[in-house]
C-alpha cells in the first residue's frame, strides 16, 4: 500500500490550499480515510476522516468550517480541502487509510509521507 500526499506549500493566513493524498496498491473504496498533521515539537493530531463511500466526515474542533475532507474513488484519491488558513495550521500533513474505523485515533494501518503547510501571518 502507498500514499502519496501532495499539495502542501506556504500561504498567507486567510489563504486556501488543497492536499491530494493518491493511493495505490489497494481497492481504496474500501478504505477509511484520515488526515493527521504535525507542527514542530508537537504530537500528531487529527484532522479529518471520512469513510469508504464519503458520505460520513468527521472533524477535529479545531478545523470544522474550515476544512472540507472529501474523496474521489475513481481516481483513488482523497483531499482536504483548506481554507481560512492560520498560522497555527502550520504543519506537516499526513494521510493514512484503513480498512477497520479508526476515526480520530492515529492507529490507522497505512500512512503517507506527509507534505509541509507552512501559514505565514
Known amino acids: 500500500v502507498q500514499l502519496q500526499a501532495s499539495g502542501g506549500g506556504l500561504v498567507q493566513a486567510g489563504g486556501s490550499l488543497r492536499l491530494s493524498c493518491a493511493a495505490s496498491g489497494v481497492t481504496f473504496s474500501n478504505y477509511y480515510m484520515g488526515w493527521f498533521r504535525q507542527a514542530p515539537g508537537k504530537e500528531r493530531e487529527f484532522v479529518a476522516a471520512?469513510?469508504?463511500?464519503?458520505?460520513?466526515?468527521w472533524y477535529s474542533n479545531s478545523v470544522k468550517g474550515r476544512f472540507t475532507i472529501s474523496r474521489d474513488n475513481a481516481k483513488n484519491t482523497v483531499y482536504l480541502q483548506m481554507n481560512s488558513l492560520k498560522s497555527e495550521d502550520t504543519a506537516v500533513y499526513y494521510c493514512a487509510a484503513d480498512r477497520q474505523y479508526s476515526g480520530s485515533s492515529p492507529t490507522y494501518a497505512y500512512w503517507g509521507q506527509g507534505t509541509l503547510v507552512t501559514v505565514s501571518s
Open positions: 471520512i469513510n469508504w463511500s464519503g458520505r460520513s466526515t
